[in-house]
Nanobody, 126 residues
Framework: QVQLVESGGGLVQTGNSLTLSCAASGRTFSSEAMGWFRRAPGKEREFVAAITRNGYVTSYADSVKGRFTISRDSAKNTVYLNMNSLKPEDTAVYYC???????????????????WGQGTQVTVSS
């Protein structure tokens, strides 16, 4: 198994920045991609960003492209989501996920992700 723990969520003002972290443990060698998803109140879980195991290829949702950056430090088994120019519509619980499926670019489908963290709340005030 792969265990994922998100951290770094909080309350920020519109236009500010925040960085989320996802620490992975367990059979981390088996994951081919790491992704971030989010679930806003009253809405379905949606894809945010993903990165391949080697960190060279990324995918982004159109809604965050140019504002969010996903990165990883393989030596620390940690994935980051740097969020800039935050908007109230970015308010959601953010989940880290690990995929065993090999896709290039990395998959945007939640069905391709096998392990999930418990989430961290991000709230952007207007």
């Amino acid at each position: 198994q792969v265990q994922l723990v998100e951290s770094g969520g909080g309350l920020v003002q519109t236009g500010n920045s925040l960085t989320l972290s996802c620490a992975a443990s367990g059979r981390t060698f088996s994951s081919e991609a790491m992704g971030w998803f989010r679930r806003a109140p009253g809405k379905e879980r949606e894809f945010v960003a993903a990165i391949t195991r080697n960190g060279y290829v990324t995918s982004y949702a159109d809604s965050v492209k140019g504002r969010f950056t996903i990165s990883r430090d393989s030596a620390k088994n940690t994935v980051y989501l740097n969020m800039n120019s935050l908007k109230p519509e970015d308010t959601a619980v953010y989940y880290c996920a690990a995929s065993l499926a090999l896709r290039v670019p990395p998959s945007t489908r939640n069905n391709d992700y096998n392990y999930w963290g418990q989430g961290t709340q991000v709230t952007v005030s207007s």
